[in-house]
């Protein structure tokens, strides 16, 4: 399951928005997933992980802490507290929580990226993507040949 792409959008006076057709069809060739929605830990936008690659992360993170450590049990409450399911309407629409839309800054234009295995959603304002197409192959070319 990959998504990538650009998609601009619109998110409705509710909150709702409509999951790109082109980000739906993914799922359309595999079994029906459901959605989880998490603010970004680095960036200020919203990300959608199809139910199975939240669980791979959940215990990637997991196997990493100590249940014996109050630090790290509190640090694992913190990422999983501020989690919701999204539920997709017979049309591909699913509503953006109103704490959501205020984390990330969204008011009504989205930018929704494809991100391999999950799905930003950004206010389009504050999306700061350049298009230095030249310091981008020289980054890509530097992580491609590191280990050769």
């Not at 990959?2 to 082109?22: E, M, N, S």
Request: include cysteine; aromatic fraction near 10%.
């Amino acid at each position: 399951m990959r998504f990538i792409g650009t998609i601009h959008a619109k998110v409705d006076q509710k909150g709702r928005a409509f999951l790109p057709a082109v980000f739906r069809r993914v799922f359309s060739e595999g079994e029906e997933e459901r959605l989880i929605l998490r603010k970004d830990l680095f960036e200020n936008c919203l990300v959608i992980y199809p139910e199975k690659v939240w669980n791979q992360r959940l215990d990637e993170l997991h196997a990493k802490l100590s249940v014996w450590s109050r630090e790290q049990q509190q640090m694992f409450r913190q990422f999983v507290r501020d989690v919701e399911w999204l539920t997709l309407d017979a049309n591909g629409r699913f509503l953006i929580p109103k704490r959501y839309l205020k984390m990330a800054g969204i008011t009504q234009e989205v930018e929704f990226i494809g991100m391999d295995e999950t799905i930003e959603i950004w206010a389009k304002e504050s999306l700061s993507i350049t298009d230095d197409q030249e310091t981008l192959n020289k980054q890509l070319e530097q992580i491609m040949t590191e280990h050769d």
